[in-house]
Each structure stands twice: as structure tokens, then as C-alpha cells.
């Protein structure tokens, strides 16, 4: 809450010619300190102030019982007192009354007591199905009385969709869950917020299954991806068989909006049609993908670092090479260079 200095009526001489005339209201919030303040001079002989027909200070004298109510200034200038701790109840009618020459004259103040929002009743978090009407309510009191809005602010905030304390929703989506905030505000003080969850519940559906190609004998997955409210339970079938992780070479993986079929050795046998099956309280969903056989990667679709070594001789014991490879000639071998010598002789001779 912002502070302010305590609330002061703006006081008129009891010299005035205008005198008696109505002082500027005072306007404090709820827990401040109000002065009420009369302007007086030397031609006063007797002062008071009082609430409505109650009599709370004459001179220094004080009248009333209210232990927050004190005088803080008595000179021939001004005659003023304070309530402490305002509440609304203190709000109303203040008189200061002068007795001039034998002729008595008042001079009224209204004292105006700002409460700030509070939200005393708001809808609890609720859960529909998609397609039902939702009526939301906020309740906020205050002085003065407040302004009371709605509007969604996730999964993104959006502009105000109810400006009073009730928010009615015909046909609810999926997209339309999330939270909603009821704002109360007043000029008392900063605006109060809370917040109500809305859950859509929808029965499941497949966004993403994709057929998957696999070289034998290389690890192969399988993923299936669902929205749902509840989070969907997922399986896996191959005709009418249901997979598990028992099933050796096999693993499933399932997270709240996933499930994922991961083969650690491909074989012949694991090639064919995959269903996967997603399924709430609402309602199911099933999508089929296929495992099929992809030739191994070849020199011409291998990364750098793979084309090099597939390049490079074998060596070692065991390294079979082919035929024709040009490899067998080595430059330099000694038993080569005497064959070529005699061709060479040979030649020369015929």
C-alpha cells in the first residue's frame, strides 16, 4: 500500500465573511490517521468539535470515550484533533462549532474512509470435460466499491475476457484450459489478483507415428507421440500380440505424452506392422507403423571419418585381399627388380 500523509481538512477562519461554510471532505484509507483541522482566531471564546450530535472535544476538555481520538492542536489559530486507526464506521459528518460575540457558528467536514479490494469469494479449480460450459465468479469488496475483471494468462496471457466478477465459458476447448485471474482494483490501493485452474479433459489423440527403416542387426525405434487430459496410457501390438518390456531385445519407454519401442538388434522377425494404442478415461486412439529393412550404409553415403577407414587396406593377420587389388605390387621388393633385369637382358639380345 502506497503511503500517504494523513488525511487534513482544509479549515475557514471564523473571521470569514462567508463563516460558517463547509470545510474540504478528508479522505483517509482504512488504518490511517486523520487530522481535522478549524481555523479559528481571537475573537473565538468557545470551540468544539462533534460527530454528528456527539460532543468529542469542547476546549481541552474531551468528551469522548474513544481512546483514538486526540486533540493535537488547541491555540487562538486553530483548534484541530485526530482520529487514529480510522475505520469505516468513523466515516461521516464532523462539526466544528465556535461561539463568537454571544453568535455560534459551524463549519462542517465529511470524512470519507477508502478500503482496499480484497477478494472474499472466488470459484474453486475445476475439471470439465471438453465441450462443457464453465462459470466462474469473483466477489470483491472495498471503498470504493471495486472493479472486478477476468482474463486467461496461461498458457499465454490474453486480453480481458469478462469485465465484471462473472466469466461464462459455452463450449469449452482443450485450447481454453489453463489458468484465469480475477483482478479486484480500487483507488485505495494496488489491485489483488487470484487465480483459478481450469483443466480440459479430451480423449487422446496421435500427433506424431512415423514408419521407421532399420539395417539388420542395427538398433531400431519406434516412437508414438498423443495429447490427452488425463495423460494417456500407451501400448504397442504387433498383430494381435501386446509387446512388454519382458521380451528379450526389447524395451518401452513411456513418458505422459510419449511411448517409444526401441529394438537393440534388428532381425528378419521384427520387421512388419506396429499399432500404437493410446488411451484415457475418455476415450482411445491408435495409429500403425512399420519396421522395415534398410541396406546397410555404403561408401558413398558413409561420414568422412567412416569413408577413410573403409578406404584403408586390412592388415594384420587374417587380412584377405582381392585378387586384383594393385596393392600386391610393392615397388622396391628385391626378387621384382632381378625379374625385370632379365627381361630387360632378353630384350637387348633379340
Given amino acids: ?7 487534513v481538512g482544509v479549515p475557514v477562519r ?7 461554510k463547509a470545510m474540504d471532505n478528508v479522505t ?50 486553530e483548534f484541530s484533533i485526530q482520529i487514529q486507526n480510522v475505520d469505516v464506521y468513523d466515516e461521516g459528518p464532523y462539526t466544528c462549532s465556535v ?33 462443457s460450459n464453465v462459470s466462474l465468479t469473483c466477489v470483491a469488496t472495498g471503498r470504493p466499491e471495486p472493479t ?34 480475477c483482478t479486484a482494483a480500487n483507488e485505495a490501493s494496488e489491485p489483488v489478483a487470484q487465480n483459478v485452474k481450469v483443466t480440459v479433459n479430451y480423449p487422446p489423440y496421435i500427433s506424431v507415428a512415423k514408419n521407421t527403416g532399420v539395417p539388420l542387426g542395427q538398433k531400431g525405434v519406434l516412437q508414438c507421440e498423443a495429447s490427452a487430459m488425463p495423460h494417456a496410457n500407451f501400448s504397442w501390438y504387433k498383430e494381435d500380440r501386446r509387446l512388454t518390456e519382458a521380451e528379450k531385445g526389447l524395451r518401452v519407454d513411456t513418458r505422459d505424452t510419449f511411448s517409444r519401442l ?8 521384427d520387421f512388419g506392422n506396429y499399432t500404437c494404442v493410446a488411451i484415457n478415461k475418455l476415450g482411445n486412439a491408435n495409429a500403425s507403423v512399420i519396421l522395415y529393412g534398410v541396406s546397410a550404409p555404403t561408401v558413398a553415403t558413409l561420414p568422412p571419418e567412416e569413408t577413410t577407414a573403409a578406404l584403408t587396406p586390412l ?24 625379374l625385370l633385369l632379365l627381361l630387360l637382358h632378353v630384350t637387348l639380345q633379340f
Avoid at 14 to 20: E, K, L, Q
Fill in 99 to 131: 461561539q463568537t460575540d454571544n453568535h455560534p457558528k459551524t463549519s462542517r467536514v465529511h470524512l470519507i474512509v477508502q478500503v482496499p479490494p480484497r477478494i472474499v469469494e472466488i470459484s474453486s479449480n475445476i475439471v470439465v470435460n471438453e465441450g
Fill in 28 to 77: 483517509v484509507r482504512q488504518g490511517e490517521n486523520a487530522i481535522l483541522r478549524c481555523k479559528i482566531d481571537n475573537r473565538v471564546t468557545k470551540v468544539a468539535w462533534l460527530n454528528r450530535s456527539t460532543i468529542l472535544y469542547t476546549g481541552n476538555d474531551k468528551w469522548s470515550i474513544d481512546n483514538r481520538v486526540l486533540l493535537v492542536v488547541n491555540s487562538k489559530a
Fill in 262 to 269: 526401441t529394438f537393440f538388434n534388428v532381425t528378419e522377425q
Fill in 148 to 181: 472486478v475483471n477476468w482474463r486467461q494468462v496461461s498458457p499465454k496471457v490474453q486480453g480481458f475476457v469478462s469485465e465484471d466478477e462473472y466469466l461464462d465459458i459455452s463450449g469449452i476447448t482443450r485450447e481454453q484450459a489453463g489458468l484465469y485471474q
Fill in 315 to 338: 592388415k594384420g593377420p587374417g587380412a584377405v585381399h582381392d585378387g586384383s587389388n594393385s596393392a600386391s605390387w610393392v615397388p622396391g621388393c628385391p626378387w621384382q627388380v632381378l
Fill in 1 to 7: 500500500m502506497t503511503t500517504r500523509e494523513e488525511g
Fill in 14 to 20: 471564523s473571521g470569514d465573511a462567508t463563516f460558517p
